[in-house]
């Protein structure tokens, strides 16, 4: 089974559907301690974001029929494959105050499988690592780790801008400032991207270049089309002397930066 070949389905779920999905029954043992350290992390977030923050979204299978066995032996049209403990938390919080965090959504990545062999493949892929999807797939096969790589690119672009913010502009973006953690989330969850860089050997300065020149060969009338359609922010960009860099762009549009590092 192909991982990256493999149906999937990007999606954003209400909190009491996640919160109600099943387990697949090939998971680790519960670490309690584990959830109880999500759940202050999830409540310290939510108190600023309104929102419960991931790196990596929580993967389900999913078919038409129920076929997948479950933790509890029953079979389900959906289970759980990977982010058991954000789950628990999630819904131990959720039971808790159900009227302060009913309108969460959670972002979902449904994987469409056949069988239950196509589970248990999903699953040992995604469990190599720490992680679920993207570059952290690769941390544990592969010599060339591309998740260290798109670290220092993260790391590396930080340096150079004069103002980041590792948060998610949930609400709003503020001209001028790069979003550093929201365009590593995207880095890493592009699968394609991913094993482009493992493939091609690209080193962190490299993509790094990339990334500049195509910012810098950006005129100022088509960076409008990058900035979210604000008249603001290509006000800041018409001022005297402004350069264009990447905190000019808007989060929005970083999948299009990362488009253009292989062209």
């Known amino acids: 089974m192909n991982l990256f070949k493999t149906q999937k389905i990007y999606k954003n779920i209400s909190i009491d559907k996640f919160t109600n999905l099943s387990v697949y029954i090939d998971q680790r043992e519960l670490n309690e301690q584990k959830i109880k350290n999500l759940k202050i992390f999830y409540t310290n977030q939510f108190a600023t974001l309104q929102t419960f923050p991931f790196i990596t979204d929580p993967c389900v299978a999913i078919n038409k029929k129920p076929i997948f066995k479950n933790r509890k032996g029953n079979f389900s049209r959906k289970v759980l494959f990977d982010g058991q403990h954000r789950l628990y938390a999630i819904r131990q919080l959720y039971k808790e105050n159900k009227n302060l965090y009913k309108k969460v959504s959670i972002p979902v990545k449904y994987f469409v499988c056949k069988n239950n062999d196509d589970v248990h493949t999903l699953y040992t892929l995604l469990n190599l690592s720490s992680s679920a999807t993207g570059s952290e797939l690769n941390k ?70 990339s990334i500049n020149k195509f910012i810098k060969n950006i005129d100022k009338e088509n960076m409008y089309q990058l900035s979210a359609g604000s008249k603001a922010w290509l006000n800041k960009l018409n001022e005297r002397n402004h350069e264009i860099n990447i905190g000019c762009i808007h989060p929005k549009y970083y999948d299009v930066i990362i488009e253009n590092v292989f062209e």
């Open 140 to 209: 544990n096969k592969s010599e060339w780790n591309v998740n260290k790589i798109l670290k220092e690119v993260k790391q590396n672009l930080e340096k150079k801008c004069d103002k980041y913010s590792s948060l998610t502009p949930i609400k709003r973006a503020r001209f001028g400032i790069f979003y550093s953690q929201e365009f590593y989330r995207i880095l890493n969850q592009d699968e394609e991207f991913c094993e482009l860089v493992k493939k091609y050997k690209k080193t962190s300065k490299v993509i790094i270049q």
